[in-house]
């Protein structure tokens, strides 16, 4: 035999017929077979070209088989080309994470005949793909269509054409650096028109010896509307006292929107001056400055962390300038308060603890800017003009401005300018990042008239920060500055401008604020861990100095936890020493092994001006959302023995919470409750304190079902609930919680992303289908089941329900108790009518036998 006729014979037996029952109908067998003949005829000199057919590689369902019956999955196996050719505007998710929304050319293959998305090199690039790692390097210009998984080894291109989605899963070496944490911009949802209000309430009552009573209320509001990009916020006070009138109190409002442009913010109304060089100014004006947020990987804005000791259930007040931000009632021992977010950045935060016999404890806590320091090539930017809002004196128009910007890896300047017609500030900086820390100077030099008298000075800042990873350091801020006694920042200006009788008040000289951290033992933090805070201020025209000090220790010893603190506030400007030092020890320990079991505690501090309390107590949970604390104890005030009680209660509506303290000369008590209404075009929610930006969950298709989102929030009778936090210009993932949705519900999507705007409310809609479950068992005329593979549609609506297993059952959704299905397969259709029995009570689904003509 020739090598022509042994190469077509055999070539012959591979696409010719196979019975079922051979191996040689498995593609992976042939190809076996082929590799040992083809080495038994190299090794005779024979030159061997097999010719398959390219349909016998296609997967075989031949092994497949119901009875002796081969299978029907063509439904299963036909997603192939889901789409005609044409351009759809799809969703496009890299490695799960969305990336863009775009339209996209789908052509069909010309050798495979499926219809595939036409990706380009400058939609991989806009995706994250750094091409530079692609081999052969590609060319961005090009239109030509690329095959993914042929230039990526292990990617691959997945599209779902229900949900127009394109997933294209890419390893993490061919993805940009620089890509992570960018989200295009396009995908930015400005969100729904909606509006909110955040309340926080809190009355007290207290009723003393000699019968005098004394009761007062605050409610502070947080407010806004949305309307398209724009968006209102107004943030006002109402408070009231037996002993004064009612007082409502704007602190500002406003209207801003997004600048795409220029990654930054446009804010009109009643504001505050960026706090970057100079010190913050509160001005009625337009102010249009950078938004890091908007950029990949930014740094975001630094809060304060507001330390504290409370000896017994008291009120926590908060000020900056005058303002009350922050108020909540707090149990006994050591309070951390990390959500206060101040209008302005001055330096001075006042924190009031008023304890349940109305004693008064007051701190102070500087609040300042991180050091001057940008990524290379970065420009931060603001501008502002209006006339200045403080109070009843003057308000003088302003213009201010400023630039920061990165010049090298290491290296940042700055500049700025304030003016107004008796005022001027130029403000000159530079920032570095040192081995030792990131470190930044700047000058300011002033020139003001008032009263005739023009006053010149200058006043140096330095700022620094730095974590020390290997022994857990963290300085969070460390600031110094001075001031000449002709400096003037723009509020001492206004100050004079009022001060027509001469007299000149207090201004800072200098002053040195510390905020510092350290763990001890490792990251373990076994041996506990320990902070510090300082600020001390000197002033011109007065004796003396301002000083606040405040130092902490907390650790564990097996399960017992203590804290030790130690404050101490002094103010020797006029006259009298004025000091207060405060010392206090808490300890608790749980009685119990679970993890909500009891905690009994006990607090013991010390005041310089009122003696020795000793408060001991147990606190712990009634149920998963509502907690209790009660205490007794002992005073030194002369007030003897004292008791108290609270409770509070965590719901998707809100907290609330209560509580009551006697001691023998008094007896107070006090309420509280915060939480958010929110208004928007499916009806009003009730929720828990919402931030700026937060989301709506939106389900469609549910009837009576129990539905919570993943943080546990239950969707209300409206079909809608809050999700009360979303970080803006970043992915938020939002997940209805599914585990008690029941059999009889079925959801199109599991998971939805957003990316909202700042200050924007995004809706995310999930659409599910709802009815009762059946399994039907589908026979044929003859009493035999319907083949394996066969689709089970709705006859009415030609809904897709289900797919037939091997033994003709089919577990699908109706809609109705009664209807028609109809079943089809390669070689022919049938129909099915049924009608399901009453529901029962524990039953899952139904299970009825039907016969398909």
Not at 410 to 439: R, W, Y
Not at 668 to 674: C, E, I, K, L, R
Request: aromatic share 8%.
């Amino acid at each position: 035999m020739s090598k022509r006729q042994t190469t077509k014979s055999f070539s012959r037996k591979i696409r010719g017929p196979a019975p079922a029952a051979r191996p040689s109908a498995n593609p992976l067998y042939l190809a076996l077979c082929l590799a040992i003949s083809n080495g038994a005829r190299a090794a005779e000199g024979e030159t061997l070209v097999a010719q398959i057919d390219p349909e016998l590689l296609a997967f075989n369902t031949n092994f497949l088989h119901d009875q002796g019956r081969p299978a029907d999955l063509s439904a299963v196996l036909s997603s192939g080309s889901s789409v005609p050719p044409g351009t759809y505007r799809v969703e496009v998710q890299v490695n799960g994470n969305l990336v863009g929304r775009r339209d996209i050319d789908f052509h069909q293959h010309a050798g495979k005949g499926k219809v595939r998305p036409c990706l380009t090199a400058q939609m991989l690039q806009d995706f994250g793909v750094n091409l530079s790692a692609v081999t052969p390097a590609l060319d961005i210009n090009s239109q030509a269509c690329l095959d993914l998984p042929q230039l990526m080894n292990q990617a691959s291109v997945d599209f779902d054409a229900g949900r127009l989605r394109l997933n294209l899963s890419i390893p993490q070496a061919f993805l940009s650096q620089s890509a992570r944490g960018y989200v295009d911009p396009d995908l930015w949802d400005e969100g729904v028109t909606a509006g909110y209000v955040n309340y926080q309430f809190s009355g007290n009552y207290g009723h003393g010896r000699f019968g005098n009573d004394s009761s007062s209320y605050y409610l502070g509001l947080q407010n806004g509307v949305n309307i398209g990009r724009w968006r209102l916020r107004n943030e006002s006070a109402l408070t009231g006292s037996n002993g004064g009138e009612t007082r409502f109190q704007s602190n500002r409002t406003l209207v801003q929107r997004d600048i795409d442009a220029i990654k930054g913010q446009l804010t009109l109304g009643e504001q505050y001056s960026d706090a970057t060089l100079f010190d913050s100014v509160r001005f009625r004006g337009v102010q249009v400055g950078s938004d890091d947020a908007m950029l990949p990987d930014s740094e975001r804005g630094y809060a304060p962390v507001v330390r504290g000791q409370a000896a017994t259930n008291a009120v926590v007040e908060v000020r900056q300038s005058g303002y009350v931000l922050y108020r909540a009632n707090v149990p006994p021992g050591p309070f951390q308060l990390t959500d206060i977010f101040p209008s302005g950045s001055n330096g001075d935060l006042e924190i009031a603890v008023i304890e349940a016999d109305g004693s008064v404890h007051i701190t102070h806590q500087a609040f300042s800017s991180l050091p001057l320091m940008l990524r290379k090539g970065r420009l931060k930017y603001n501008f502002a003009a209006g006339k200045y809002n403080g109070g009843e004196g003057p308000s003088p128009n302003l213009v201010s401005g400023s630039l920061v910007y990165g010049l090298t890896d290491n290296s940042t300047l700055a500049g700025g300018l304030q003016a107004s017609p008796d005022f001027q500030a130029v403000n000159v900086g530079v920032g570095t990042n040192t081995p030792i820390g990131a470190l930044s100077v700047d000058l300011t030099q002033s020139s003001s008239r008032a009263q005739g008298k023009r006053d010149t000075g200058q006043s140096v800042r330095i700022l620094y920060a730095k974590t020390f990873t290997r022994t857990n350091t963290n300085f969070t801020l460390a600031a110094y500055r001075y001031s000449t006694s002709g400096y003037r920042t723009f509020n001492d200006h206004v100050n004079d401008l009022g001060n027509a009788a001469g007299f000149q008040s207090g201004r800072s000289r200098s002053r040195i604020d510390l905020t510092t951290s350290q763990d001890l033992g490792g990251p373990d933090r076994k041996y506990g861990s320990a902070y510090l805070n300082l600020s001390q201020q000197t002033y011109w025209n007065q004796p003396g100095s301002n000083r606040s000090i405040s130092v902490g220790y907390g650790n564990t010893w097996k399960q017992l936890s203590y804290n030790l603190s130690l404050s101490r506030t002094s103010d020797s400007r006029f006259g009298g020493n004025g000091a207060n030092t405060q010392v206090m020890l808490t300890m608790s320990i749980p009685l119990g092994g679970k993890m909500r079991s009891p905690r009994a505690y006990t607090n013991v501090s010390n005041d310089s001006n009122g003696g020795t309390n000793i408060q001991s107590g147990l606190s712990g949970y009634v149920s998963d959302n509502t907690s209790y604390a009660m205490q007794a104890g002992y005073t030194s005030r002369g007030r003897g023995a004292t008791g108290g009680a609270s409770i509070a209660h965590d719901a998707d509506a809100g907290q609330l919470s209560a509580n009551v303290n006697v001691g023998r000369d008094y007896q107070s008590a006090s309420v509280g409750a915060t939480g958010a209404v929110v208004v928007h075009g499916g009806g009003v929610n009730l929720s828990r304190t919402v931030g700026d930006t937060f989301a709506l969950m939106k389900m469609e298709g549910l009837k009576g079902a129990t539905v919570r989102t993943d943080g546990g929030t239950q969707v209300g009778r409206n079909g809608y609930a809050v999700v009360t936090y979303a970080q803006p210009y970043r992915l938020s993932s939002l997940r209805p919680d599914t585990h008690n949705l029941g059999a009889d519900v079925e959801l199109d999507d599991t998971v939805k992303q957003v990316v909202p705007r700042r200050g924007a409310i995004v809706e995310a809609v999930f659409k599910a289908q709802s009815g009762r479950r059946a399994q039907f068992t589908l026979t044929r005329e003859a009493g035999e089941p319907v083949p394996f593979g066969a689709v089970v549609e709705d006859a009415g609506s030609g809904r897709s329900l289900g797919i037939v297993d091997r033994t003709g059952n089919a577990l699908v959704l109706l809609k109705e108790d009664q209807g028609e299905l109809r079943v089809k397969w390669a070689e022919g259709q049938c129909r099915a009518p049924y009608a399901l029995p009453l529901a029962k009570a524990g039953v899952y689904y139904a299970r009825q036998v039907v016969r398909c003509r």
